[in-house]
């Protein structure tokens, strides 16, 4: 057998949309969870930032 004939190791932190979950364990399905979550949270606080960034332009363009 070559080697490239060989499966790919599969990186099971990668998180896939749509992905089939039912061969992940219930402690790998709770990690998967968490790190969700925790990138939903990066997310908010991107979008607030951006948003209060955004307020702070328009209040000086809308002055001049």
């Known amino acids: 057998m070559f080697e490239d004939d060989a499966p790919a190791d599969r990186d099971t932190s990668a998180i896939v949309p749509g992905e089939d979950l039912s061969e992940f364990s219930i402690e ?14 990066r997310i ?9 960034g955004r307020v702070a ?3 000086i363009f809308r002055k001049a």
């Open 28 to 41: 790998a399905l709770e990690a998967r969870k968490a790190a969700i979550l925790e990138e939903i949270a």
């Open 57 to 59: 332009a328009e209040s």
């Open 44 to 52: 908010e606080a991107m979008i607030a930032s951006k948003q209060s």
